[in-house]
């Protein structure tokens, strides 16, 4: 099972950006899927969560201003970006909560490669 994501890139401050993270492979469900960041000498954070059935979770610090969604039919998750400010620069990773297809049915949890999100002032 493989996570790909896309979209990041360079900004100028107030802009908008589109992530988008598909999964791909031996895939009978996935649950919770999310967005993760990093910014250079920081943790990594969570930005946004959404469950199977749509209930959205986000960081205070982004609420108002990014929206996460996802397509169960096409296993992807999106992070429609808008408003951005420098401090958003960082490296976005999508996350998976995943069951494997049968007869396995094995419950993992997944990480995208990253994609690098940087607003200019």
């Known amino acids: 099972v493989q996570l790909q994501a896309s979209g990041g890139g360079l900004v100028q401050a107030g802009g908008s950006l589109r992530l988008s993270c598909a999964a791909s492979g031996s895939i009978f469900s996935i649950d919770d899927m999310g967005w993760y960041r990093q910014a250079p000498g920081k943790q990594r954070e969570l930005v946004a969560a959404v469950t199977r059935r749509g209930n959205t979770n986000y960081a205070n610090s982004v609420k108002g201003r990014f929206t996460i969604s996802r397509d169960n039919a096409k296993n992807t998750v999106y992070l429609q970006m808008n408003s951005l400010k420098p401090e958003d620069t960082a490296v976005y990773y999508c996350?998976?909560?995943?069951?494997?297809?049968?007869?396995?049915?094995?419950?993992?949890?997944?990480w995208g490669q990253g994609t690098q999100v940087t607003v200019s002032s």
């Open positions: 996350n998976a909560d995943i069951i494997s297809s049968p007869p396995k049915f094995n419950a993992f949890n997944a």
